[in-house]
Nanobody, 126 residues
């Protein structure tokens, strides 16, 4: 089992940057594919980015491709999301999630993930 705690959210102007971090407990962090999701008020949760267990594979939603970068440090049990060129439509609560089963290298469906953090608010002002 793994526990996830996000940090790094805040208020930023459009065009600015933020870096979200997710710290994981447990000894087997490297056995989990990790993802970032977000949920804006009144909207469904949506996939943002995923990274494979080794960190060599990544996948992004089209809406963030070229602006966001997901990375992980298995030695430090952390996964990060660097967000650049932020837009007001990026405003949401951002969640990190862990996928420990076999079968999918880069899961994009939130229902596949077993573990979730509590979320961190990102607000982008215009």
């Amino acid at each position: 089992q793994v526990q996830l705690v996000e940090s790094g959210g805040g208020l930023v102007q459009a065009g600015g940057s933020l870096r979200l971090s997710c710290a994981a407990s447990g000894r087997t962090f490297s056995s989990y594919a990790m993802g970032w999701f977000r949920q804006a008020p009144g909207k469904e949760r949506e996939f943002v980015a995923a990274i494979s267990r080794s960190g060599r594979g990544t996948k992004y939603a089209d809406s963030v491709k070229g602006r966001f970068t997901i990375s992980r440090d298995n030695a430090k049990n952390t996964v990060s999301l660097q967000m650049n060129s932020l837009k007001p439509e990026d405003t949401a609560v951002y969640y990190c999630a862990g996928y420990g089963r076999l079968g999918i290298v880069l899961p994009t469906d939130g229902h596949e993930y077993e573990y979730w953090g509590q979320g961190t608010q990102v607000t982008v002002s215009s």
